[in-house]
């Protein structure tokens, strides 16, 4: 049993290995397509090509922390952080 959980665990390695290895190949072929370098001009780009591996794209994004601060929580963080000090709000406007 355990050398089948090995050997499934290689194989899976291995594919995602390959996949990586290729994804990244297509990704510098379309990055080098989309640019040209013309004497007297310099580096021109046409078009667009993936920006993110096989394994950015794949990997599931990491959620936001979440805040739990109250507004005047945030905004004394802010205006201590600025330097600044809160005199207050008069009644008369």
Not at 13 to 19: F, L, N, S, T
Request: aromatic letters at 10%; glycine letters at 6%; proline letters at 2%.
């Amino acid at each position: 049993m355990a050398e089948h959980i090995t050997a499934s665990y290689r194989k899976k390695r291995e594919e995602i290995r390959y996949k990586s290895y290729i994804t990244e190949c297509l990704r510098i072929l379309t990055e080098n397509t989309t640019h040209f370098i013309i004497p007297g001009y310099g580096d021109i780009t046409y078009g667009t090509y993936m920006k993110k591996s096989w394994y950015e794209a794949k990997k599931k994004p990491e959620k936001e922390k979440q805040d739990k601060r109250s507004v005047q929580e945030i905004a004394a963080d802010i205006m201590s952080r600025a330097g600044l000090k809160f005199k207050g709000v008069s009644k008369n406007g």
